[in-house]
């Protein structure tokens, strides 16, 4: 992911259990950013821990959220499934 340069522009990208492996996964979105179509998204799926809650706060206060979900399987672990505009709010 650090090193990626796709040769298009995308509606949506998608997060799905990867961004917490980062130290910095603010910065990371930032520079993905670039590689959005003007109204694109990001959708960005993680399980629930006290470390992800952390990084779902640093994003409210960033990017402007549009729905959201929380799945909660068999074994009882649940994830938080979040949909945000791909843009950084104005401030």
């Given at each position: 992911?650090?090193?990626y340069?796709?040769?298009?522009?995308?509606?949506v990208?998608v997060?799905?259990?990867?961004l917490?492996?980062?130290?910095?996964?603010?910065?990371?979105?930032?520079?993905?950013?670039s590689y959005?179509?003007?109204?694109?998204?990001?959708i960005?799926?993680?399980?629930v821990?006290?470390?992800?809650?952390?990084?779902?706060?640093?994003?409210?206060?960033?990017y402007?959220?549009?729905?959201?979900?929380i799945?909660t399987?068999?074994?009882?672990?649940?994830?938080?499934?979040k949909v945000y505009?791909?843009t950084?709010?104005?401030?």
């Amino acid at each position: 992911m650090n090193n990626y340069i796709p040769n298009e522009l995308f509606d949506v990208i998608v997060f799905n259990e990867s961004l917490y492996y980062f130290n910095d996964a603010i910065e990371v979105l930032k520079r993905y950013e670039s590689y959005l179509k003007k109204e694109g998204i990001f959708i960005i799926l993680m399980v629930v821990t006290a470390r992800n809650k952390s990084i779902w706060r640093r994003l409210e206060s960033l990017y402007q959220p549009i729905d959201e979900t929380i799945i909660t399987g068999k074994s009882k672990v649940s994830y938080i499934c979040k949909v945000y505009m791909g843009t950084i709010l104005e401030k």
